[in-house]
């Protein structure tokens, strides 16, 4: 998983509620999945160049009070479950 | 009464902390249900929401969230994919179209989307290409809605053609003209597609009015075509408008005036101005305030006031003493020719007009021989509905005065 470098699907719109959730939009299926906030900036950094470990430092500089084991593994968690969802490609 | 006074506040483009303190002193004195549902009845549980947080007031904002996910999905997605479609279609087919109204506020002002839900797309085609325009709708899918009334009257009274619609999406109403002939203002048809701004559309680069238009379509629709009876969410989408995007007033004040709908514009600006405590331009003309406290009550009401169906009765019944009345009333029974002939449209020269008095009689009696009982039984709403019709009607009038 260290090696991966997850991209955003072509097919999958992205939206930010007023509160911070993200909406994910599958234009092909036409589902919609909700992010919490957290899991929205997540699939934002997946620019199909980054690896794991340079997500989980730009998502350490934004939750500065987040210990990185914790970020790391929840990001390993939130990728899986992306793209298995078909949310994101590798 | 607390609950509108919150509402308005949470609409306000951007929550200073003055605005977010009074937010949090008044929602301790409010029913959160009754806030709903008057947030609802205007449409504007999206602002309402946005208020909310933005006043740190999260708690009661919470109960909204799932719906606030269901507007995104349909209104930051499902509907603009689909417009998106239609108007790749019509721009393929060689036919411009502009977006009107709802849809281009949502996307064009507010940007977030799911702030300001809209029920169907108006799009603005050229006169020339209307049937082509509604043959592409018809390839797409989409059908005529003739279940309020047939296309034919569409053509002749309305305008834009029938409604098409298609399940799984909102309404489409091709405008061949902003407004109806109705109301009686003098619209630059050319000017309106010269300065027509980019607007994205689920990535598809459309088009829609250029502030100073769309500005002036927003005031002419809720005065001359709805009376006000649409509620706070045209006036909230007014006060987005001219507060993040502030207008030329000079260049709105000139165009209202070549269009003839500079008291449109006034009367809207000043209810904006009362309601959400905004400067009014000098450059616009000022209502009296009767007509100011009329539209008011129309729009927390979400209802036109008044007799409209009853105008002539209702000024018959303002005159003084029985015999006026009378006098009144059978001036209606027995109007000029002209009136008649116009009525059931036959040639001004007709000789037999008269024939038709009976015909025209009838349908008065049906249309207002329930109303003329209560009033003659002393029904005291009805009364003051009438007194109430002729502000209705000198509002119009002065709407109409273009002098």
Known sequence: MDNWKPRKPSAIKASVLPDGRWLLYNSVTREAIPLSPAAGILW??????????????ELAALYPDVPVATLDQQARDTLTALVQQGLLDV | ???????????????????????????????????????????????????????GAAELAAPLADEILELGFYYDFMYPQDQALLLAALADAGIEALVLKGHA?????????????????????????????????????????????????????????????????LPVEIHRALVSDACAVSIDADALWARAVPLDVGGYSGRMLADTHLLLHLCIHMTCTHVFEMGLKPLCDVRELITCRPPDWADVQA???????????????????????????????????????????????TAVAGLPDSS???????EQGTVARLRGMLRRLFPPRAEVATAFQLPASNTRTWLY?????????????????????????????ARTELTRRALLDWLRDTN
């Open chain 1, 44 to 57: 934002e950094l997946c620019d199909g160049q980054s690896q794991l470990p340079q997500i989980v430092t």
């Open chain 2, 1 to 55: 009464m607390y609950e509108l006074e919150l509402l308005l506040a949470c609409t306000a483009p951007d929550i200073t902390p003055v605005q977010a303190a009074h937010i949090n002193a008044l929602c301790s004195q409010i029913d959160a249900d009754a806030l709903y549902a008057l947030a609802a009845q205007h449409d504007l549980t999206g602002l309402l929401y946005r208020g909310l947080l933005q006043a």
């Open chain 2, 105 to 169: 506020i949502a996307h064009g002002v507010y940007g977030e989307r799911p702030l300001r839900p809209y029920t169907d797309i108006d799009l603005l085609v050229r006169p020339a290409h209307i049937t082509a325009a509604a043959d592409i709708l018809t390839s797409l899918g989409y059908t005529p809605d003739e279940s309020e009334h047939d296309r034919h009257w569409y053509t002749a009274n309305h305008h834009h053609i029938v409604p098409y619609v298609r399940a799984g999406t």
């Open chain 2, 255 to 301: 165009t209202a005036q070549a269009w003839g709908c500079e008291r449109h514009v006034g009367l809207v600006l000043a209810l904006v101005s009362r309601l959400f405590d905004l400067p009014q331009p000098a450059e616009l003309p000022r209502p009296e305030p009767r007509f100011l406290d009329y539209v008011l009550a129309n729009t927390l009401a």
């Open chain 2, 312 to 318: 002539g009765l209702a000024a018959a019944w303002q």
């Open chain 2, 357 to 385: 008095y009976p015909r025209w009689q009838a349908r008065l009696v049906r249309r207002h021989a329930g109303n003329a009982w209560h009033l003659l039984r002393g029904d005291h709403a009805l009364q003051a509905q």
